[in-house]
């Protein structure tokens, strides 16, 4: 089975730096993502990561710790249009070989 | 990336009736699945979709009311069989590699 755990909203105001959390238990890891989701729009892909460590893509970071089943989606000089929901999702193996499974997601509100 | 296309976007259905959900995606990909998103609410794996044999099905989900057809590595169909209101959701098609994951548009749907 798999539990996965983010904060439900966070606020923040433009060009700040916010950090979004995710903590997971699950059996046969294979690795974890982070999805922004637009309301009304299908998710798109923002990071991957399988390896402890930071992964760092522009403005958008993810780190990912496997012994505390931890990780972590930091977003820099924010800007409105981040104003989304991000999603965490964990690609555990299953019977059918590996499948993501997502967490309920955390709405991020950015303001002027 | 890849691009990932679903039919129909959206559909109006009467209770009882049949609804086939079609994703094509431009280049193969190893998996495919297929998620349920409510409103407000984060992605719910139904299952994934094997090439040439039967999907395989998370908790809560069977095959006769979600029959899932995947004839090759590009092309996957979803039905949502006998449906009630409470089916009404948005259904999203997802194709993933190694190191990344795509979804569709996804299909509303609405059951009256």
């Known amino acids: 089975g798999q539990n996965i755990d983010q904060p439900t909203e966070m606020t923040a105001t433009e060009g700040a730096i916010v950090q979004i959390n995710c903590t997971y238990q699950?059996?046969?890891?294979?690795?974890l993502f982070w999805y922004q989701q637009h309301a009304g729009e299908a998710p798109t892909f923002l990071s991957y990561n399988v390896l402890d460590g930071l992964e760092e893509k522009g403005r958008f970071s993810s780190f990912l710790s496997r012994s505390k089943g931890y990780s972590y989606l930091l977003l820099k000089e924010l800007q409105m249009k981040d104003s989304a929901s991000y999603l965490c999702?964990?690609?555990?193996?299953?019977?059918?070989?590996?499948?993501?499974?997502f967490g309920k997601g955390t709405t991020l509100s950015v303001s002027s | 990336s890849a691009v990932i296309s679903q039919k129909p976007s959206r559909d109006i259905c009467q209770r009882g009736t049949s609804l086939t959900i079609q994703c094509q995606v431009d280049s193969q990909v190893t998996m495919m699945f297929w998620y349920r998103q409510q409103p407000g609410q984060s992605l719910t794996l139904i299952a994934t979709?094997?090439?040439?044999?039967?999907?395989?099905?998370e908790s809560g989900f069977v095959i006769d009311k979600f029959p899932i057809s995947r004839p090759n590595l590009t092309f996957s169909t979803l039905t949502v069989s006998n449906m009630s209101p409470e089916d009404s959701s948005i259904y999203l098609c997802s194709g993933s590699w190694d190191t990344e994951a795509f979804f569709g548009q996804g299909t509303r749907l609405t059951v009256v």
């Open positions: 979709a094997n090439q040439g044999s039967e999907a395989t099905y």
């Open positions: 999702a964990v690609r555990e193996l299953n019977q059918a070989g590996t499948a993501l499974i």
């Open positions: 699950t059996s046969g890891f294979n690795g």
